[in-house]
């Protein structure tokens, strides 16, 4: 597993961003894999963002709950981060990543991950 993020850039305050993520390295499909974002802010440890089980089920933290959501696109093979009314304090490096196949549940621990993308630059404005 090969991970790539595409769709990073600079909005204003308020905005909509779309992240996506996909599987560079061959066609393997990416729904086995839990999967997750994490962002990391200047000067700050990286955090857990949102993140998607092989089971479909989510969990967010707080402070981006109600205004992102994680999916899985099947047809494309992609993961997605759907961004809404973005504030300055989403200003980050957004990664994607996977755990190992055999781990299907949800979590927001980075430990727990295996594969990692390098990761896209997004800039929230005021």
């Known amino acids: 597993v090969q991970l790539v993020e595409f769709g990073g850039g600079s909005v204003r305050t308020g905005g909509s961003l779309t992240l996506s993520c996909g599987n560079s390295?061959?066609?393997?499909?990416?729904?086995?894999?839990?999967m997750a974002w994490f962002r990391q802010a200047p000067g700050k440890e990286r955090e857990g963002v949102a993140a998607?089980?092989?089971?479909?089920?989510?969990q967010y933290a707080a402070s981006v709950k109600g205004r992102f959501t994680i999916s899985k696109d099947k047809v494309n093979n992609t993961l997605n981060l759907e961004m809404r009314n973005l504030q300055v304090e989403d200003t980050a490096i957004y990664y994607c990543?996977?755990?190992?196949?055999?781990?299907?549940?949800?979590?927001?621990?980075?430990?727990?991950?295996?594969?990692w993308g390098q990761g896209a630059q997004v800039i929230v404005s005021s």
């Open positions: 990543a996977a755990r190992d196949v055999a781990n299907m549940y949800s979590t927001l621990v980075s430990a727990a991950f295996h594969y």
């Open positions: 390295g061959s066609r393997t499909s990416l729904s086995p894999y839990s």
């Open positions: 998607i089980g092989a089971d479909g089920r989510t």
